[in-house]
């Protein structure tokens, strides 16, 4: 799944029509826009917005680990040029001094930069040399409660000198519109690397036939945790359990020590 | 730039994190020049990176970074329990760097740090003044190359040739350089001194290929560690850790012949043996970051809050190992690890 949080609509709009994405109705708090292998939250403008948001999506759609949250945005910047789209490796929380570091582990297309994010609109950003935004921090700091560091990414747009001109939603959705494609497809790509790393060891056939065995032989937690510790080094070393289930018998005795038998035999078959 | 036919890892030191302190720092340019297209960012603390929540050790390990940082706090060490002091009473351990260039399988360290980024502490200075602190107090049996890899490193820091500088003056202190590295010839132009000791740790190759990512082969070490030997290094030689795998009377017997028709035992200093073992919490933590290694999965015991092999299989490898260095070595030579140290 890729998460998007985008602070406004022109900024998502391009996205939302490019992938495809629909509105859901049923969400009355939050506009988030979907398909089956995206959500797109807009977040509004500010960090607590922001942060707010993504706790909200993350709370009603628990992401996995090779999920992805992309923030994209719109930034000032009064030394980038305008138009460019940075990978944020930096982000300063501008009110506290705090930072944060997303984990850039895959290859990306971008250029990189610091971002400052603040709680109101620059008017007079000339000396500043990061990029500056209004929610990039609140989004690192809910995310994290969720997702680990290499699973955020940050894009922002340069769209003004942060000189407190402003741009129409029409020019907006054009400076985001030339960079949605090459956001969507290294998105996904970015997506199904990550998810190649996180493989589930056992099929689901595997994991019905263990827990049907732990039933079968009333094998307490600590029991069950034991056989899984087993199973997974056979698998890991064989390759199958499929096989080295049906070898072992069935129920052999009543009472508790049915399930501490069991397991003797399992590990000495094993080992 | 639109179609992406896949995204892949960034290669390793593909970023640079530098302390604000350690920015001028001469380690810290020469580093750097190393690495001229790696994106560097200014940090305040290494903590602020090294020690995030949440971090993936293992996804870390296929795109490591680069901290560097500078040391402040104490860094010399009591040797821990898992740990041979072969027989020396002052038995301590420093980490001018944390994390290591190669990916061993059965690494403590995964268990040990929040993440797999490098830090490397620049002001190799400041370690050395605490070691003449200490020397001040009582001799000192000093391993360096514990939480990483120095040797391994060299190209890079160039640290171990300065260990070597340093201990030359210091005669109560003798330092223990452990490598997996075939980089002997980076410091091969040094005088050898009585107090460094070289040592390499050894595994059967189908071993090393399968569980010590980067580091390396065996034959390799063999002749860093043969030529070290020949040149009148003080040489340890490590079948540490023993791992278990089917037939492995065949390959650890098939090492050692294999070590001492490289190496004459003659020139040895002596050897260690030691089964794997691993902290409770620290086994618990290796196997979430690495759930799919059939090493760190292996149904260990837990004795004494180690988890290691079962006694019997533990007893039969060593012993059965010692045996075969035994015709090769002395008993005086040969230092076990079984879990009393």
């Known amino acids: ?271 | 730039m639109n179609n992406f036919e896949s995204v892949s890892f960034k290669p390793a030191f593909s970023h640079i994190y530098i302390e604000e302190k350690a920015l001028h720092h001469q380690v810290t340019e020469q580093i750097l020049q190393k690495f001229p297209r790696a994106q560097q960012t200014i940090i305040s603390h290494y903590k602020d990176v090294f020690c995030r929540s949440r971090q993936q050790f293992g996804l870390q390990k296929k795109s490591p970074k680069l901290i560097l940082a500078k040391r402040e706090n104490a860094c010399i060490y009591e040797g821990a329990r898992p740990c041979q002091s072969f027989g020396y009473t002052h038995f301590y351990y420093t980490s001018s760097v944390m994390n290591c260039l190669y990916d061993c399988e059965y690494c403590y360290l995964q268990g040990m740090y929040p993440s797999a980024n490098l830090v490397v502490f620049v002001n190799l200075e400041e370690t050395f003044r605490q070691v003449e602190e200490l020397l001040q107090k009582h001799p000192l049996y000093l391993c360096i190359s514990y939480d990483t890899d120095l040797l391994g490193l060299e190209s890079m820091l160039g640290y171990v040739r300065q260990w070597i500088t340093f201990a030359k003056t210091h005669e109560n202190l003798t330092i223990e350089i452990r490598t997996k590295s075939a980089n002997y010839s980076k410091i091969a132009d040094l005088t050898p001194s009585d107090n460094v000791i070289l040592a390499w740790t050894l595994s059967p190759q189908e071993i090393a290929m399968r569980y010590e990512h980067g580091t390396a082969t065996t034959a390799a070490r063999l002749k860093g560690a043969a030529l070290a030997a020949a040149n009148g290094w003080n040489v340890r030689l490590c079948f540490d850790p023993v791992l278990w795998q089917k037939n492995w009377q065949i390959s650890y017997e098939q090492l050692v012949t294999e070590t001492f028709e490289t190496v004459s035992p003659n020139d040895i200093l002596d050897c260690s043996i030691g089964q794997f073992r691993a902290a409770k919490d620290a086994l618990k933590r290796m196997r979430k970051n690495r759930p799919n290694s059939a090493l760190l999965q292996y149904p260990y015991q837990l004795q004494d809050g180690v988890y290691q092999y079962e006694q019997a299989r533990a007893v039969e490898m060593t012993e059965q190992i010692k045996r075969w260095v035994g015709n090769y070595l002395p008993p005086k030579k040969i230092f076990l690890w079984q879990g009393e140290d």
Request: charged share 20%; proline share 3%; glycine share 6%.
């Open chain 1, 1 to 271: 799944m890729i998460y998007y949080a985008m602070a406004l609509y022109p900024e998502a709009r391009t996205f939302i029509r490019q992938m495809g994405l629909k509105k859901c109705v049923e969400e009355t708090h939050m506009q988030i826009f979907e398909n089956e292998n995206t959500s797109l939250i807009l977040t509004g403008v500010g960090e607590v917005q922001a942060a707010a948001a993504v706790s909200y999506l993350f709370a009603r759609r628990p992401p996995l680990e090779q999920d992805l949250l992309i923030n994209v945005g719109i930034c000032g910047s009064a030394q980038q040029p305008q138009g460019t789209c940075y990978l944020c490796n930096k982000i300063v929380q501008q009110t506290t001094g705090r930072t944060f570091y997303p984990d850039i582990l895959l290859r990306h297309p971008f250029e990189e930069a610091t971002l400052t994010t603040c709680p109101t609109v620059i008017k007079d950003g000339a000396r500043e040399t990061a990029l500056l935004d209004m929610e990039a921090a609140g989004i690192y700091q809910a995310g994290q409660m969720f997702l680990q560091p290499h699973q955020m990414t940050f894009l922002k747009i340069v769209s003004d000198a942060a000189d407190g001109s402003r741009l129409s939603k029409q020019q907006v959705e054009q400076l985001v519109e030339r960079h949605a494609s090459v956001i969507i497809a290294w998105s996904k790509q970015a997506q199904v690397c990550l998810a190649r790393q996180q493989s589930e060891l056992f099929s689901s056939g595997e994991y019905r036939a263990i827990e049907t065995i732990a039933a079968e032989h009333g094998l307490t937690l600590t029991q069950w945790r034991q056989m899984q510790q087993l199973l997974r080094y056979y698998k890991l070393e064989h390759g199958d359990i499929g096989a080295l289930l049906k070898e072992l018998p069935g129920r052999m005795e009543s009472g508790k020590q049915e399930g501490k038998h069991y397991l003797e035999q399992l590990r000495k078959r094993i080992l």
